[in-house]
């Protein structure tokens, strides 16, 4: 079992200014209502239910705390981009995912989930350049990549790393993989480095995720 596992739910906030103060650090997920974020977080912690599924994306209206230790926290932030949601909403969702990545100070990273088939769409281009722009670290989830046979899944992964260059800044790109758990030692590993909690002598390995 990893540190994940002790993953429990803390709160919930419609935006920033509700908060509990900015203590610590935390780790930010955020993607397109329909890229798998919530399954991705499921998996992590080793909980179906620590993140709520939703057969209707975009259910997730307020950003979603989850509390690891007294220091460290995982943070499930609005869906963004499904088409249904009225355009108030997504306005607002947009506005605080935008006061989230500028004014949160104890943020160490964010993971940007992105369905492996659909990379870099503009809303994730724009949130990736939003944090690049605050110097905070990006880890871009490809997310079912069960989805795709190998060599068309290393191939994608191939052309999203050419385009994260374009942000120049620190973004990773990972294939993963909810149902079959790939490229999760890979996101643990990141998260570890954020969070501080990475061994000294832990090496990465150089897979194709």
């Not at 209206?61 to 869906?79: K, S």
Request: aromatic share 6%; charged share 25%; net charge positive.
């Amino acid at each position: 079992m990893t540190y994940y596992t002790k993953a429990k739910f803390l709160t919930s906030a419609p935006d920033i200014q509700h908060l509990d103060e900015s203590r610590g650090v935390e780790v930010a997920f955020a993607g397109r209502s329909n890229a798998g974020k919530s399954s991705a977080l499921n998996t992590l912690t080793r909980q179906k239910g620590l993140a709520r599924t939703s057969k209707t994306p975009g259910r997730t209206q307020l950003i979603n705390v989850f509390e690891l230790d007294h220091d460290r926290r995982l943070v499930d932030l609005p869906g963004y981009g499904f088409a249904k949601v009225p355009l108030a909403m997504k306005i607002k969702w947009q506005k605080a995912l935008g006061e989230y990545l500028q004014k949160r100070e104890c943020i160490a990273g964010l993971v940007v989930l992105m369905d492996i088939r659909h990379p870099f769409k503009d809303l994730d281009q724009e949130l990736i350049q939003w944090a690049v722009n605050a110097k905070i670290p990006v880890l871009a989830l490809l997310t079912k990549a069960d989805k795709l046979k190998s060599g068309k899944r290393k191939a994608q992964v191939l052309m999203a790393r050419e385009a994260s260059m374009a942000f120049c800044g620190d973004v990773t790109v990972h294939a993963f993989s909810s149902l079959n758990r790939l490229g999760l030692s890979e996101l643990e590993r990141k998260l570890d480095s954020w969070l501080g909690l990475a061994k000294p002598d832990a090496t990465p390995n150089d897979e194709e995720n």
